[in-house]
């Protein structure tokens, strides 16, 4: 009877825990980082991962130019942020074409990350919250459909710190 009770509890904690585990749904995410704060005028990069939780493999493009297959969108107060003079060299090529396009695959259980640096396309020198958009091209599920793929994320941009900016600007 003892051992009863025991292995009724034990199933009991079991399924409590299992119940409590968060499980993301199966499928292909493209996930945002950056930091939460940083101060007007600093180097602000974005993290862009995609990440497989499918059973299978899916096929995606990774280009050899900047933002060729990430569309990169930056809004305060309900505005696009202004571009840099990169920026704008990205979005109105004087030359047509945007590097090197490889097919690559990516496994079940696998992601793929890019580092993107926004303050080279964004002028992020208003103080304020801009949020940060993402779409990503070139993904195709294991049939070989097009994935549409997009998150966003959030920054908060702080008064400079006069020491900080210059030391930043100078790397």
């Known amino acids: 009877?003892?051992?009863?009770?025991?292995?009724?509890?034990?199933?009991?904690?079991?399924?409590l825990?299992?119940?409590?585990?968060?499980?993301?749904?199966?499928?292909v995410e493209l996930e945002l980082a950056c930091p939460q704060e940083v101060?007007?005028?600093?180097?602000?990069?974005?993290k862009?991962?995609?990440?497989?939780?499918?059973?299978s493999t899916i096929h995606f493009e990774v280009s050899s130019g900047d933002f060729a297959l990430v569309d990169l969108n930056a809004v305060k107060d309900g505005k696009d942020?202004?571009?840099t003079a990169f920026g704008d060299s990205i979005v109105h090529p004087k030359v047509p074409g945007g590097g090197h396009i490889q097919l690559c695959l990516l496994k079940e259980g696998e992601s793929f990350s890019q580092i993107?640096?926004?303050?080279?396309?964004?002028?992020?020198?208003?103080?304020?919250?801009?949020?940060?958009?993402?779409a990503r091209y070139g993904v195709t599920d294991a049939a070989k459909k097009p994935l549409e793929l997009t998150a966003e994320t959030s920054v908060k941009?702080?008064?400079?710190i006069p020491d900080q900016a210059d030391t930043d600007k100078a790397q």
């Open 48 to 55: 862009i991962t995609l990440r497989n939780r499918t059973a």
């Open 157 to 160: 941009i702080t008064e400079p």
């Open 1 to 15: 009877m003892w051992t009863r009770r025991l292995t009724v509890l034990v199933f009991l904690a079991a399924s």
């Open 116 to 134: 993107f640096r926004l303050s080279r396309f964004f002028d992020f020198s208003l103080v304020g919250t801009y949020r940060i958009k993402a």
């Open 17 to 27: 825990f299992v119940a409590g585990a968060e499980s993301k749904p199966a499928g």
């Open 39 to 46: 101060s007007a005028g600093c180097v602000l990069d974005l």
């Open 81 to 83: 942020a202004p571009l």
